[in-house]
T-cell receptor, first 114, second 113 residues
Framework: EPEVTQTPSHQVTQMGQEVILRCVPI?????FYWYRQILGQKVEFLVS????????KSEIFDDQFSVERPDGSNFTLKIRSTKLEDSAMYFC????????????FGPGTRLLVL | RKEVEQDPGPFNVPEGATVAFNCTYS??????FFWYRQDCRKEPKLLMS???SGNEDGRFTAQLNRASQYISLLIRDSKLSDSATYLC??????????????FGKGTKLSVKP
């Protein structure tokens, strides 16, 4: 069964450093998402991406965040200058038809900012 | 603010028990509803979509009441492997939404032998 993959599984970084989280969505999917989950809290939407541009973004997704699809397979989330409160699990998801269709989640990247 | 509310639990039940989860959502324009399960420190995985007419998948039954903005999940004959956190999920759906999901905090279920 096809699946979403994410790398790295864990990342530790110093406050103020840039991090890039990588995702490979399911190959025939067209809609891509990033979510985050702070430990003990609910999953929160960050951004959706379709047709090589951001479709929607939440209040969390400020100027420190950016997304990119650099090639036909990868989908990345960059945090330019990490803050302590960015520590969370970051999930990538993809779906083949967007709204109302099942989103498949990757295993997540656990980011710890020190 | 568009929210999804769930009883946080935990629900501790013996094997074979029937357990029900409830959820309310605030955005009356939402069109898509789901139950996901999340194991500890893992990603959410779709359990089932929820349709207006109600739907069943083996031991799992989901119901939707649009008038009350209420969603339920019933698990019959619970198994040890059902132990997880159950997430009520609703699409954001405001003009042109591409399927961005709002998650409840989840209800933790622990099935004991």
């Amino acid at each position: 069964e096809p699946e979403v993959t994410q790398t790295p599984s864990h990342q530790v970084t110093q406050m103020g450093q840039e991090v890039i989280l990588r995702c490979v969505p399911i190959s025939n999917h067209l809609y891509f998402y990033w979510y985050r989950q702070i430990l003990g809290q609910k999953v929160e939407f960050l951004v959706s991406f379709y047709n090589n541009e951001i479709s929607e973004k939440s209040e969390i997704f400020d100027d420190q965040f950016s997304v990119e699809r650099p090639d036909g397979s990868n989908f990345t989330l960059k945090i330019r200058s990490t803050k302590l409160e960015d520590s969370a699990m970051y999930f990538c998801a993809s779906s083949d038809q967007g709204a109302a269709e099942t989103q498949y989640f990757g295993p997540g990247t656990r980011l710890l900012v020190l | 603010r568009k929210e999804v509310e769930q009883d946080p639990g935990p629900f501790n039940v013996p094997e074979g028990a029937t357990v029900a989860f409830n959820c309310t959502y605030s955005n009356s324009a939402s069109q898509s509803f789901f139950w996901y399960r999340q194991d500890c420190r893992k990603e959410p995985k779709l359990l089932m979509s929820v349709y207006s007419s109600g739907n069943e998948d083996g031991r799992f039954t989901a119901q939707l009441n649009r008038a009350s903005q209420y969603i339920s999940l019933l698990i019959r004959d619970s198994k040890l492997s059902d132990s997880a956190t159950y997430l009520c999920v609703v699409d954001m759906n405001y003009g042109g939404s591409q399927g961005n999901l709002i998650f409840g905090k989840g209800t933790k279920l622990s099935v004991k032998p």
